[in-house]
């Protein structure tokens, strides 16, 4: 259940029983040359959507800007500092925890984003040490890798990468761009970089894939290993809180 398609009245009944709540976050930023802008952020909404409606929960609406400095040499690309996502992140949470929520299930889809959350986790953390955080970024699953390997091995790259194009080619059929086949570069030479300095190092946007072999039929393979796993690490999360919090 989408928090934004509920009202008052039905958040204050759910927080009678449950006290969790799932964040999608992502990016907006390119990737690659037929790779949907949204992509990060796309995904993760849909994946916090299908694990909220399996274990009916609600979902918090999307954070879909992220730590994307180092595309912004791209049109369609804009950024938070890691600063303002801290600070973003930190204040959504405390918010929605003035409501009752005390449980937090960040589902993420960029992985731009990650040192900032468990920077923004710690700083509330130390405040709030009643709240519980937990971030899974679904691309990092192993269940998720295993089958990204068996379907492009190295091919699958480190940005607009074929097991995230083909999720998005699965969610939205009609986004399918045909691309030339071929494996773009990954210089493997320092990290971070910024803009330009990425423009040049990899020139169309992509870091070591060829989503040429990117197909919607394996993106609703992957789809579903990663819903069905970021579903068992919630169910571990609420199982791990202790006897009152047992079932959300
Ligand atoms: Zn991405």
């Not at 927080?15 to 952020?41: F, W």
Request: contains cysteine; glycine residues 10%; aromatic residues 10%.
């Amino acid at each position: 259940m989408e928090i934004a398609k509920t009202n008052w009245p039905w958040v204050e009944s759910y927080l009678r029983t449950k006290a969790i709540l799932l964040v999608p976050i992502g990016s907006t930023e390119q990737h690659g040359p037929n790779g949907l802008i949204g992509t990060d952020h796309l995904v993760a909404e849909s994946l916090a959507r299908a694990v909220g409606e399996d274990l009916s929960l609600l979902v918090a609406p999307t954070l879909a800007f992220g730590m994307s400095n180092h595309h912004l040499a791209f049109p369609g690309s804009a950024s938070l500092s890691p600063e303002t996502m801290i600070r973003v992140v930190r204040e959504v949470v405390t918010s929605f925890s003035r409501n009752g929520f005390r449980r937090f299930f960040f589902i993420n889809g960029h992985g731009g984003n990650v040192s900032s959350l468990q920077a923004a986790f710690a700083d509330i953390l130390a405040d709030r040490p009643d709240l519980r955080l937990q971030l899974a970024s679904w691309w990092l699953l192993p269940e998720v890798q295993e089958k990204e390997k068996e379907y492009f091995g190295k091919e699958n790259g480190f940005h607009a990468t074929c097991g995230e194009v083909s999720v998005t080619w699965h969610l939205y059929p009609g986004a399918e761009t045909p691309i030339a086949p071929g494996v773009a570069p990954d210089p493997e030479t320092e990290w971070p970089v910024g803009p330009e300095r990425y423009r040049f190092l990899y020139p169309d946007g992509r870091m070591g894939s060829n989503p040429a072999l990117a197909t919607g039929e394996k993106g609703k393979v992957l789809f579903e290993i990663a819903r069905k796993a970021i579903g068992d690490r919630v169910r571990k999360f609420l199982q791990l809180d202790g006897a009152t919090m047992t079932g959300g």
